[in-house]
């Protein structure tokens, strides 16, 4: 869904909130996706389309109709699921938990989140765990690293039966509610919000995030943590995870990491309810600090610990010309949209070489299968190909770097790449660095004006600048700054 208007925005925003707010405490109804209004992307902003509907009527037969069939759906899998017992805690002591996204095999030997983090406490003598979100096929738990002191564990797909009946229950009982409010409601956009809460109730990533909780609950319970660590951007199993450590360890930390760029319209990350926020915020640079001044009034910390997506400014060695590298989000319909342009380029034979840099979530998708067959089967995208090295490699092949929403042309940049935001259809801005002046790229045309028309040189100055920027709002990951948390 497109917002044209950033008012309207806010008000559904404000919307949501003030429903988190009325079940600050209540799991089932935080557990919801839609209250999360995370930013304008297409990906999340299309749950919300419903929002334009004017029929009430036919919005409530609608709304029955899919609320029944969820309904329906979760009973039977309570009954009809193979699940074994809930997980319980760890068998071991261990001082950090940290919680983070299953992306592929590798990360469970090198975490892209937290890895560093990991081996700086190892150091210290202390144990670490990993608890990895929405990630396994299976339900089995195993130690995925060789490493004793470090753990990981998954959260499963399914819980013990009377957990599942739990959740069950949990979940009626909001369904109640949301189709309460909706009844009495007097304003129109609430109305239809509660009215979609209800049809959505027992939605799958409803079920996802109540396991989640469940598991926490009993890791919390049984453990001695000191402090959780997890990425923080403003989604619902962040809710979660903060309920969870209230409920069952007043004096446990817990610390949301701010791993990428920060948007003003990040409704539901910088609009935090005073009783759910994290015990601190460690942000990827000085210049996203004020973004979370809501927290610190709360008395959240805010400390800069930097990122390993930038490096100090480096001067671009490569000296092939004509080369673009692609960095599109691990999203289905930013590969589709990015590709599509570069094949549109490549149609007009202008000797710009594209290289693809798939995020590591989807180099098995189904997407990309079906994009490296296509470039197998045309020799008309001779020009075209998917890197299969690192992105620090990729980077020294390229001048110029093509991107959306993607926070790894960061570092690009900072390896001296001019980068190009790509907008073929003036939708909703989702540039990471959107306070910078680069160039824009709204057609084949234009990108081959800027590439192969336009002498390199003639972008350095710029570059230089918001090379500037980077440096302020993404720093080096600097470890030394969780010495500086409190215990």
Known sequence: MHFDNRDDLRVLGGLLKNIRTLHSTDPAVLSQRLLYLIRPHPVFADQYKFISSSNI??????????????????????????????????????????????????????????NNWADFFLNRGEAVDFLY?????SNK??????????????????LGFFDEIKIFRFLFFASLKFFRSFVYSKDKLEKIIYLELFSQTFSKSSFINLRF??????????SNYKQVFFTFEGHAWE????????????????????????FKDQISLLNPISSIIPSGILTSGEGNNNFFSEYIKHGADILSIGTSRTHEVKALTNKAEHVCLLVPEGIDSEIDYMSNFIFECNALKNKILFIIQLHPASKNTKIVKDLIKKLQNSDDHINISISDMPLEESINHAQYVLYRGSTAVVKCIMSGLIPLYLDTNRSDNIDPIYWTKKMHVNSPESLEMIIVNTPFASHQNNLKSIQAKCSDYFQPLNLDTLNKLRL
């Open 141 to 158: 738990f195993h130690d995925a690293r060789p490493n004793s002191k470090i753990r990981s564990s998954f959260v499963p797909l399914s």
């Open 213 to 222: 909780y469940f598991v926490l609950l009993n890791k919390f319970e049984a």
């Open 133 to 137: 979100f929405k990630a396994s096929s």
């Open 57 to 114: 009527f036919g919005a409530f037969l609608k709304a029955v109709s899919l609320f029944t069939t969820f309904f329906i759906y979760a009973f039977i899998s309570c009954f009809s699921r193979s699940t074994n017992s809930t997980p319980k805690g760890i068998d071991h002591s261990a001082n950090s938990l940290f919680i983070s996204h299953h992306v592929n095999e590798q990360v469970l030997r090198d975490d892209f989140y937290f």
């Open 239 to 262: 809710t979660m995870l903060i309920l969870a450590a209230q409920k069952t360890n007043k004096k446990l930390k817990t610390y949301g990491y701010q791993h990428s760029a920060v």
